[in-house]
């Protein structure tokens, strides 16, 4: 995916807020990607145009070399729909379903989906089928929403601070998930943060700051979670 002169301001009132004021970025094929600044740099305004949640105000998105920016409604659904999985801070599960109710309701819009069993079994909850979101801990209520967006198949998983409500414990056995499906699937995943340890998971970090991408690190070694220092 490239991102080419990408703009996006808001009009709340009569106040008008500029906060992506220029953002050049390409999303490699296979790669793990993660996206960093402050707590309200353009993170999620950022994810949100990547995934088709959003439109720029201004500037070019594309993927796979076809233009996103000048897609209609239907057409923007279907790249969604056919191409990325979203992962949230909240989990965004519906309390009234299943685990696997859960994950089904993303499978039978996908084109190539896995069966929802295995994708809940992929992430360690083989034994949790038919438990309700209530009846899970938060991080299994993690897990499922991964594996939610896991059994579509996507071409690119877009996780937004997807440990933010975790304990340690299970901000490590997600993020260790996110690198396993990563590495064995090779699922393209940007993933949103604000702790610094987490520079070290991935190949590339983007540093977001005033509106533009302000740096890209790169690591030779990433660490797997368990690894890191999160002290
Ligand atoms: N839909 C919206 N309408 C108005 N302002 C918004 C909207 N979405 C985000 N913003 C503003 O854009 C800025 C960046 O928000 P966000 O992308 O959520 O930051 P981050 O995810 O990095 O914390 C914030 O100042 C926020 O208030
Ligand atoms: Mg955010």
Known sequence: MQLKDVHRTFTVGEVKVHVLRGINLEILARELLIIKGESGSGKSTLLNLIGGIDQPSQGFISFNNRDLTGLDEQEITRFRR?????????????PTLTALENVATATEIAARPMEPAAALELVGLADRLHHFPSQLSGGEQQRVAVARALAKRPELMLCDEPTGALDQENTIMILELLQKINRETGTTIVMITHAPAMAQLANRTAIIADGVIAEIITTADPLPAGAVDWS
């Open 82 to 94: 056919d191409h990325i999985g979203f992962v949230f801070q909240f989990y965004n599960l519906v």
